[in-house]
């Protein structure tokens, strides 16, 4: 028995008894006692251990042969690449198990409502409806559920095409005040940004046309959308020339102002006086302190005059130099 007690990793046994097999199968209990024994009880019952084995394996015989270092082999070791294909199967079987409505990690939920899909960025329910104007998707928001989503949806709709719109749910079930704060939501949107150069014409957000449109005594007119913004701004002022406003207020709103849009030195006192105005020229008012006539440009006085005429004609010298409207035809043309 001594070869057993002082060099057990030397010894081969060989036996047909199963108990031994089974023993080996387990290498890790025994290594611990074996090698790692935290006092010397426990060393010594290893070694104890590990001699009353290869006794009984030598008095069965040499049918079965078995190793004793193989016994001394501690754990198998997973490798980091083995380690995080286990940990990943695990990751992969939680998400199938916690998933719902998906038969996979990379599907996606679909939505029953019209309008409604899944945002995949941030794991909620997103509501869009088409611009009437250039087809893309105007996005209505993020909604946490499914339901808020196809109402906000609905809402919009009922906002651009009424009663007649295509709806998830019936049109009774929304209140008027819902539908206006979808209404105030999209006037945003589409709130027109003038254009940098021509008066009464504008871009909208998500689209590439120009929109022409006046206002006028504060009411607004839609007139139409165009692909030039050269020929929005010609549509507008044809608009305005129609409207039959007083002349001083069309010399205000026009882009691209003709002969005879201006006034007429020989019959300009026929001309009307604009609402809330006391003179019917641009930049000229009655001065009540002194019954005569002030010539204003912007902010800054210009003089005052005994006559509306003269008051006017002094305008338009100050306002030229400036690069601003007249009320008679630049140059005396």
Known sequence: LKPFCLKPR???????????SAMARRPGDLHLRLHRGGDGQS?????????????LCALLGSHTTTFVHALRRPPAVRTSRERSARSGSRRRADHVRHARGTTSLAAEPTSEFVGVSWHQGTS????????PVSGSAISLGIFGSEKDAAEAFDCASLVLEGKAAQTNFPVGSYSQERIMEQQARLTDYWRPRPSSQYRGVYRTRGSSKWKAEIELYGVKQFLDYFEDEIDAATAADE??????AERSMQLQMLNF??????????TWHQEAVPRG??????????HQGTGKYLAKLGRKH????????????????????????????PGGR
């Not at 030397?10 to 031994?20: E, K, M, V």
């Not at 060393?43 to 006794?55: E, H, I, K, M, N």
């Not at 102002?257 to 020989?266: H, I, L, S, T, V």
């Not at 105005?277 to 009655?286: D, K």
């Open 10 to 20: 030397w010894l081969h046994l060989r036996g047909t008894f199963g108990g031994a």
């Open 43 to 55: 060393s010594r019952r290893g070694v104890v251990l590990f001699s009353a084995l290869g006794l």
């Open 124 to 131: 909620q329910w997103q509501a869009y409806v088409e611009d």
């Open 239 to 244: 608009a305005v020339r129609s409207t039959g």
């Open 257 to 266: 102002r003709q002969d005879g849009d201006y006034f007429d030195p020989e």
């Open 277 to 286: 105005a006391t003179s019917c020229f641009l930049g000229v008012s009655h």
């Open 302 to 329: 210009v003089g005052i005059f005994d006559t509306e005429l003269e008051a006017a004609r002094a305008f338009d010298e100050a306002s030229s130099a400036a690069g601003g409207v007249t009320n008679f035809p």
